[in-house]
């Protein structure tokens, strides 16, 4: 048991990001599958509590922002969503706080690129490239970059002699 200890610098981190991941999972699995809300509460304010500067901090205070406003604690979830307009403003969680039809348009916008995708992809497969280029470059000219848009898009687009 004594060999287990974390002693070192190292270890003590590795430790740490084993607990904050375990606590992180234990809450979505309180909040989810078991619909624990006060548990899930508790998973949560112990992540937030222990390891504040961690990276998921953000997803779990909002993650709490939404628990406390669905058991009636306004006063803590108003507390929560000021510390995320505050630690995080430029997250998708302090934009959905702030204007709640931002995620609906998020949405929204996330459909039309995949339609345009789909569009594209099959002007591609009849051979119609013209369409193709054109679809390609309104969706990168119009849309932020997303899982369906890559980084090299327009340097692609380029390579090819229209």
């Not at 375990?22 to 078991?34: D, E, R, S, V």
Request: aromatic share 14%; proline share 4%.
């Amino acid at each position: 048991y004594l060999q287990s200890i974390p002693l070192t610098e190292e270890a003590l981190r590795e430790s740490d990001t084993l607990i904050a991941e375990g606590l992180y999972k234990i809450g979505f699995i309180y909040k989810i599958q078991l619909e624990d809300i006060p548990e899930a509460i508790d998973a949560f304010n112990s992540y937030v509590e222990r390891f504040p500067g961690y990276e998921k901090a953000g997803v779990v205070d909002y993650q709490l922002y939404q628990l406390y406003n669905k058991t009636g604690q306004t006063a803590k979830a108003e507390e929560v969503k000021q510390k995320i307009l505050t630690n995080y403003p430029d997250t998708d969680y302090a934009l959905i706080l702030e204007d709640p039809e931002y995620f609906d348009r998020l949405q929204s916008d996330s459909k039309k690129l995949k339609a345009m995708y789909q569009e594209s992809y099959n002007a591609y497969k009849q051979g119609s490239y013209l369409t193709t280029k054109l679809i390609s470059e309104d969706a990168i000219n119009n849309y932020e970059e997303t899982e369906i848009t890559p980084d090299n898009a327009l340097k692609i687009l380029g390579t090819y002699h229209w």
